[in-house]
T-cell receptor, first 114, second 111 residues
Framework: DGGITQSPKYLFRKEGQNVTLSCEQNLNHDAMYWYRQDPGQGLRLIYYSQIVNDFQKGDIAEGYSVSREKKESFPLTVTSAQKNPTAFYLC?????????????FGPGTRLTVT | EDKVVQSPLSLVVHEGDTVTLNCSYEVTNFRSLLWYKQEKKAPTFLFML????IEKKSGRLSSILDKKELFSILNITATQTGDSAIYLCAVEAGTASKLTFGTGTRLQVTL
């Protein structure tokens, strides 16, 4: 079965702690993305990576970090510098070619920081 | 800065009604416009539109793009309670295959 997996589904952390969200895909997609979704705000791009060992900041990268050491994995770390980390986090992937292709989404991780 | 605006923000209709959801955009180097349906978790892909005036259809859902006026509509005919969801519009622009999303339209279909 091809797809994108995110773990865990729900995550609870105390303020001041870093936390890493997992994203794995077996679709052989080159590009991977992290989005944050808050109520009434749609999806906002945090970081994206078009190829292994390379990634770029999205619109709201402050307080987050990523790595792309393997094609199939793109973990996101929410650091203590992120002022409002409680949100629903979605990972996506897509083929990176000349044409336009849709992004496929994982099931998401709901992070609650208290 | 790329911008995507959806309207209305939310909508409540009765089963059997027809609805039209709107998406307008202002982006640099437009490549495509995509519609997604989000029920509980992961958004699922509905349509990708790249050319003006060509309707894409899937069952009771259809969508069309107007690249001159910079908008798209998503139509759902004979709505069912299973159509209740958030409908997201996203635009791909530039060279980096990034999507800019609108805030979504929350559709509720009641019996």
């Amino acid at each position: 079965d091809g797809g994108i997996t995110q773990s865990p589904k729900y995550l609870f952390r105390k303020e001041g702690q870093n936390v890493t969200l997992s994203c794995e895909q077996n679709l052989n997609h080159d590009a991977m993305y992290w989005y944050r979704q808050d109520p009434g705000q749609g999806l906002r791009l945090i970081y994206y990576s078009q190829i292994v060992n390379d990634f770029q900041k999205g619109d709201i990268a402050e307080g987050y970090s990523v790595s792309r050491e393997k094609k199939e994995s793109f973990p996101l770390t929410v650091t203590s510098a992120q002022k409002n980390p409680t949100a629903f986090y979605l990972c996506a992937s897509s083929i990176r070619e000349a044409g336009s292709y849709e992004q496929y989404f994982g099931p998401g991780t709901r992070l609650t920081v208290t | 800065e790329d911008k995507v605006v959806q309207s209305p923000l939310s909508l409540v209709v009765h089963e059997g009604d027809t609805v039209t959801l709107n998406c307008s955009y202002e982006v640099t180097n437009f490549r495509s416009l995509l519609w997604y349906k989000q029920e509980k978790k992961a958004p699922t892909f509905l349509f990708m539109l790249t050319s003006s005036g060509i309707e894409k259809k899937s069952g009771r859902l259809s969508s069309i793009l107007d690249k001159k006026e910079l908008f798209s509509i998503l139509n759902i005919t004979a709505t069912q309670t299973g159509d209740s969801a958030i409908y997201l519009c996203a635009v791909e622009a530039g060279t980096a295959s990034k999507l800019t999303f609108g805030t979504g339209t929350r559709l509720q279909v009641t019996l």
